[in-house]
């Protein structure tokens, strides 16, 4: 069926085609970067490692869909990008996390390093099963003939985030009187205030759930972590990796037109 505003004899290329060309050479440097840092993870703190952890199904079919999806359409200058971003999100969330009494880990360091290489990890990942999310919404689009608009997305974006902040506001309460959790407050407020790029955004939050569901399941029910809920996981904490998601693209994007700015504004002074 013809989409309105494309060419009627369009033919795309089929969505397994478009999948298998987004691997090439870098995919497997990106993987093999992954497994090393994986690696330097388990050898440092090898006495940390359980036996049952490492052969456990669900963990390893987790790090295998990371795998491929940061083998996916590497992109080093972006990754590098949201890599940053990752940790260093990853980094404030756990300090603010264990320091609050939100959660706390078997070790009870607050945070524990070596949970660290999981966000830059997960963030990349995120990130990629977003795009994957939207090139299936484009191919379910064509199919049924109807694009949905950018209004739509952003009806649903200014419905599912704002309703989340609250949420998550209402779940962090007992731990409200930290002036972190107040800051955390006022940020998710922010991010949710406004969206540059709803379908991204949507999409996003999307994606960081359904690794949020994954993540959070393994950690809680293996106690790993634990919420002063003692839920396996709570529901929230969950749809929370989606919002970090959300706001982790938000400082990458920021921080891209800052180094763009930046730029133009050094070559300026230089041509002057």
Known sequence: MHVPGEPPDARPPSLLG????????????????????????????????????????????????????????????????????????????????TNSGLWAYFTGERPPLWILPAWPAATLAIDRMATFLGLLGERCARAVGRVPSDRAYRLVYFTVVPAFVVWMT?????????????????????????????????????AGSVMGLLLEYWGTSRECWMY?????????????????????????GITERAVRRLGWTMHSVATG
């Open 170 to 206: 209402w779940f962090l309460w007992p731990c409200g009187e930290h002036v972190a959790s107040q800051v955390v407050i006022v940020l998710m407020v922010l991010v949710a205030a406004q969206t540059r790029e709803p379908r991204r955004d949507v999409a996003l939050f999307l």
């Open 18 to 97: 478009e999948l298998l060309r987004g691997f090439d050479g870098r995919s497997l440097f990106a993987v093999l970067l992954l497994l090393g840092t994986g690696s330097a993870v388990g050898i440092r703190w090898g006495d940390l490692v359980v036996a049952e952890y490492v052969i456990d199904g669900l963990l390893f079919g987790i790090w295998i869909w990371m795998a491929l999806l940061i083998a996916w359409r590497v992109d080093p200058r972006r990754d590098l990008l949201m890599i940053t971003v990752g940790l260093g999100g990853g980094v404030t969330i756990e300090w603010w996390g």
């Open 228 to 252: 002063y809920t003692h839920q396996i996981p709570p529901p929230v904490a969950v749809v929370a990796h989606g919002f970090a998601a959300v706001a982790f693209s938000r400082v990458a």
